[in-house]
């Protein structure tokens, strides 16, 4: 689902791997216009200038296309051909590049259903799928809830300079409750907004709960403002 960490799940398999020490670069097919394809994945020549495209700029590391969903049929067929001759043209070019790269691929839509549609290459698709992951969504994992407000504090903290508050218990258990319909980008989001927004020490539950947008449960009235 969006929001759920494929990103950090495919940087984490490229950290583990003999690659680490080479590049890692992501491309998201979905906001890269059909004409525009071509070159970002394989690059260009003109007039003897080389730009390279992410599969050169990848050279030895990890290739990370992302909403490989969203591939136009024509990108998925010239995508096809380069993984299996495992070279590639330039776009303008006439020498063929052979490349050395390991091929993650992610998708927030249904593959096989795209299949069935006639949206999506069977061949491409069991190219791809040789190690299936699954990256589950927050609400299957809601015991994590907690460590993941910890680790957002004080990144934001660190990288964003705001000032640190603790989450009180009412407040970790209230969010651990949560459906997060927008999985980790939305706590991420969520655990920014309460740092900017309260001005105590500690967020409360029902800080939590208006941040949430929902009202705030009765025993949680008063909370903020300790006797």
Do not use: C
């Not at 394989?42 to 290739?63: D, H, R, W």
């Not at 096809?80 to 490349?99: I, K």
């Not at 993650?104 to 069991?126: H, T």
């Not at 799928?129 to 460590?147: G, M, Q, S, T």
């Amino acid at each position: 689902e969006p929001g759920s960490g494929k990103e950090v799940a495919a940087r984490y398999l490229h950290s583990l791997s003999a690659r680490k020490d080479w590049p890692f670069v992501e491309l998201n097919l979905a906001a890269v216009p059909v004409a525009s394809m071509p070159v970002r994945l394989f690059g260009s020549e003109t007039g003897g200038e080389i730009a390279p495209g992410v599969f050169e700029q990848a050279g030895g590391g990890t290739l990370f296309l992302d909403q490989i969903g969203d591939l136009s049929l024509e990108s998925q067929a010239r995508l096809l051909n380069v993984l299996e001759e495992r070279r590639f043209l330039r776009v303008g070019g006439t020498t063929p590049v052979a490349f050395d790269v390991r091929i993650l691929a992610a998708s927030n839509r249904d593959l096989p259903k795209l299949i069935q549609e006639g949206r999506f290459r069977e061949d491409l698709y069991y190219r791809l799928n040789v190690v299936p992951l699954a990256i589950p969504a927050l609400r299957e994992h809601r015991e994590d809830v907690p460590e993941l407000v910890s680790f957002y504090v004080d990144w934001m903290v660190e990288r964003e300079r705001l000032p640190y508050r603790r989450f009180s218990t009412g407040a970790l258990n209230l969010l651990r409750n949560h459906t997060w319909p927008g999985n980790i980008r939305e706590l991420k989001n969520l655990v920014q907004r309460l740092l900017i927004l309260s001005q105590d020490e500690e967020i409360t539950e029902a800080e939590a709960a208006a941040a949430l947008g929902a009202a705030p449960p009765p025993e949680a009235v008063g909370e903020a403002t300790p006797s």
